[in-house]
């Protein structure tokens, strides 16, 4: 059997998961594992695996093997990206202060609007690149700190290891949303994060046919609280898409490599070209995350905005005439995806919120894909000329 644990290296980790995970016949492909529930040797002896909400075993070796891969000390797999948000909201109590990125991803903010109008939480959305606004925040003394970074849509990247350290200082919990990078290009649990995040659904599954979520702690404490909500709320994954985000999960860093390379020369030629008023990209050095994103990411990533030159119906007219780049709410996958976030992934958010944040609606989300880029190149090429 593998001693996985003797392995450093994070690409031999990612396309060796779930191997040496399977006792009962030594499996190099996970087994999937579909029983809801589980035989009791007796009614006084609980088995190590009883019911289905609780524990799986396919679904144990995808937090196993993403724990690992954040350097974690236990993870819970639930069944969206929003769950895994959710899940980490238990942790405080009602009436406790979150602060929240005034940017962050439009269901995460409705969740935490529409929590705090409820009266189950209050938060306060900051630009967290805001030095006054962040100390005002701090002054309030929240009991949870969530960042993202980067920012969906605009790319904006936060410190990791201030954020954090702040913080700990004040006793809070710190939880950075990672779904935008994956493990494969940064682990904020590293900089003193207590807790990662992941829609799974994204780069970790990364085919576009998951719904999922994670959630991984530094600590055994807090990954103990998890499970118990994560139990108790019935927030837990599906076994089948435990099964198919292992599978998707081994070529992570093969995905990531390819794709970052597309978004990395379709940054270059948008920054280039006439009709795009800006590009948001911390890959480019250009970027206000530019110096931020080398200390903290292993690679800029492959999600870039931009603003398009002119108004609503630019955009419009651009994104109805692209063939390859497919007009999606999602990111991550093998296939080039396009937005526009105003009206489709922030469109829960209100009107003025998204305003303040800087979302615009002539700006346009990318996620590039693993397409050859120069017919990406050209398909971009031949929408702008329509759109001119
Ligand atoms: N966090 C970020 C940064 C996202 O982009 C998304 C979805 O787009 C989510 C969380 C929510 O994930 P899901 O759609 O899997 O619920």
Known sequence: MTKISNINSPQTRTAQAGIGDDPAFNAVTPPLYTSSTYVWPDMETKGPYDYGRTVNPTRDMLARALTRLEGGAGGVITNSGMAAVDLCLNLINADALVLAPHDCYGGTHRLLTHRARQGRLKVVFVNQADAAALDEAFAARPAMVLIETPSNPLMRLVDIDAMAQRARNLGAISVCDNTFMSPARQNPLAFG?????????????????????????????????????????????????????????????????????????????????????????????????????????????????????????????????????????????????????????????????????????????????????????????RAFQSAA
């Open 193 to 381: 994060c207590h807790i990662v995040l992941h829609s799974t659904t994204k780069y970790i599954n990364g085919h576009s046919d998951v719904v999922g979520g994670a959630v991984i702690a530094g600590t055994s404490g807090h990954a103990e609280q998890l499970h118990w909500w994560a139990n108790t709320a019935g927030l837990t994954g599906a076994p089948f898409d435990s099964w198919l985000t292992l599978r998707g999960l081994k070529t992570l860093h093969a995905r990531m490599d390819v794709q970052e390379g597309n978004a990395r020369a379709l940054a270059d030629y948008l920054a280039a070209h006439d009709q795009v008023d800006r590009v948001y990209y911390p890959g480019l050095e250009s970027d206000p995350g530019y110096n931020l994103a080398r200390q903290q990411q292993s690679g800029p990533g492959a999600m870039l905005s931009f603003e398009i030159a002119g108004d609503f119906r630019r955009a419009k007219t651009f994104l109805s005439n692209l063939h390859i780049f497919q007009l999606a709410a999602s990111l991550g996958g093998t296939e080039s995806l396009i937005c526009q976030p105003a009206l489709m992934t922030h469109a829960g958010m209100d009107p003025a919120a998204r305003r303040e944040a800087g979302i615009q609606d002539n700006l346009i989300r990318v996620s590039a894909g693993m397409e050859a880029l120069e017919d990406l190149i050209a398909d971009f090429e």
